[in-house]
């Protein structure tokens, strides 16, 4: 199971995104620590669907950011975000019919977490840094 702390580097720059960030790292570390401390298969799919109704909740909000700064970026993000959420309810479905694939759910939200903030979620960043230099 791959462990995650939040650390800077996570961090895009926008202050909304990066506190929400924060608290999906806090979530997925209360899972990892349910794993690890043996709670329950219910207790886990609790904190799971904490987890994708948190991720549901960040993505809207995300989007919502876009629109505002008429991102171009928009229709990309929404795409993967539909397909993560997807990917993730899978995943939790997966883990409900076979228990033992909590570590697996885990390295998966680890690796989707990691990829999506350094890759997609620095280019509404960019965006903005570029927007607010040219209205300067």
């Known amino acids: 199971m791959k462990e995650i702390s939040w650390d800077d580097k996570y961090a895009i720059g926008i202050e909304e995104i990066d506190r929400q960030h924060m608290d999906f790292v806090k979530l997925l570390r ?5 794993l690890q401390k043996g709670i329950t298969v219910a207790v ?20 919502n950011i876009m629109i505002l700064i008429k991102c171009p970026h928009l ?16 995943r939790v479905d997966d883990h409900r019919r ?27 960043a960019a965006y903005v840094g570029r927007a607010e230099k040219a209205a300067s």
């Open 30 to 34: 209360r899972f990892n620590s349910g």
């Open 44 to 63: 886990q799919l609790r904190i799971l669907r904490e987890l994708l109704k948190y991720a549901d909740y960040h993505f809207t909000s995300e989007e």
């Open 75 to 90: 229709p990309i993000q929404q795409a993967e975000h539909a397909n993560l959420l997807n990917a993730l309810e899978h």
């Open 98 to 124: 076979a228990p033992d694939r909590g570590e697996q759910v885990s390295d998966f939200l680890y690796d989707w977490f990691v990829s999506h903030t350094q890759i997609e979620d620095r280019k509404i």
